[in-house]
């Protein structure tokens, strides 16, 4: 089964500018979770999407955005890039059940400047 | 709100000890998840405790699950120095929630 793929691997913006991320989960997981995770913390929670609605979501303001397609890929859309933005954002799949778990991408390193 | 909270966060130990890294979280749950991280690297999944009383073991490490006292023990068997990593434990209440991480263990295992 192929694992949960993210892009890019790495990223440099500017303060101010725009970025997507994008995700593919793994093979029949339904379930897309972004966090994001700063240098030396654990994991924080940004959003989850199920079957393509938001269904549920952390304490990160309005200019963090995301969708779920069809095939239940998804993107992570950050407007507005401030300096603390910088951090590794990372995408986990699951099935409904989470009976395995929540398998995680290799991340995007986001670095804002 | 559910937390999860770790310790010791920092962990240095020699090769060939035991040592055991704790895990508290706040709400009721019957689901925890241990993960390692490596620098730079994703979340690696370590195991799936799923029930109260639930015991896994996967080579030097050993994951076990209290429900009643919202506990999780992951114990560390004679180390060895790639076992060092950031061990991070984390929660779900029902799948609606999201996942809350503890804020990891640094473990660094010395000869």
């Known amino acids: 089964e192929t694992g949960v793929t993210q892009s890019p691997t790495h990223l440099i913006k500017t303060r101010g500018q725009q970025v997507t991320l994008r995700c593919s989960s793994q093979?029949?997981?339904?379930?897309v979770s972004w966090y994001q995770q700063a240098l030396g913390q654990g994991p924080q929670f940004i959003f989850q999407?199920?079957?393509?609605?938001?269904?549920g979501r952390g304490n990160f303001p309005p200019r963090f955005s995301g969708l779920q397609f069809p095939n239940y890929s998804s993107e992570l859309n950050v407007n507005a890039l401030e300096l603390d933005d910088s951090a590794l954002y990372l995408c986990?799949?699951?099935?409904?059940?989470?009976?395995?778990?929540?398998?995680f991408g290799s991340g995007t390193r986001l670095t804002v400047v | 709100e559910l937390k999860v909270e770790q310790n010791p966060l920092f962990l240095s130990m020699q090769e060939g000890k035991n040592y055991t890294i704790y895990c508290n979280y706040s709400?009721?749950?019957?689901?925890l998840y241990w993960y390692r991280q490596d620098p730079g690297k994703s979340l690696e999944s370590l195991f799936v405790?799923?029930?109260?009383?639930a015991v896994k073991q996967e080579g030097r490490l050993m994951a076990s699950l209290d429900t009643k006292a919202r506990l999780s023990t992951l114990h560390i068997t004679a180390a060895v120095h790639d076992l060092s990593a950031t061990y991070f434990c984390a929660v779900d209440d029902s799948g609606n929630t999201p996942l809350v991480f503890g804020k990891g263990t640094r473990l660094s295992v010395i000869a």
């Open positions: 093979s029949g997981h339904n379930t």
């Open positions: 986990a799949s699951s099935p409904r059940d989470r009976v395995r778990g929540y398998t």
């Open positions: 999407y199920y079957r393509e609605e938001e269904n």
């Open positions: 709400t009721t749950s019957d689901r």
């Open positions: 405790l799923l029930s109260n009383g």
